[in-house]
């Protein structure tokens, strides 16, 4: 299985990916500070601003330095390659 790259050498199982959310937003903010009060937000960014937010169905959220649209993208190409037969999926 091909793991989503979000950044800085971290990486999450695509099937788990839930959501994907700009930053910019105030539904954004409060979005973080929800997975931050219940401890369950991984910053991924080192320290840098947060572009997007990866929710999963482990009750886990994922802060990212790339755009949204960057890792729909690469979310997109991990399903694609799960889903080639060459790839041993089913």
Request: proline share 2%.
């Amino acid at each position: 299985m091909k793991l989503l790259s979000i950044g800085f050498g971290n990486y999450v199982k695509p099937n788990v990916v839930e959501g994907i959310a700009s930053a910019g937003s105030e539904q954004f903010k409060a979005l973080v500070q929800e997975y931050r009060d219940r401890k369950s937000l991984i910053d991924c960014t080192d320290d840098k601003s947060a572009r997007a937010i990866i929710i999963t169905s482990g009750e886990r959220a994922y802060l990212s330095r790339f755009s949204a649209d960057t890792l729909a993208e690469r979310l997109a190409e991990c399903e694609s390659d799960s889903a080639d037969p060459r790839n041993g999926a089913e």
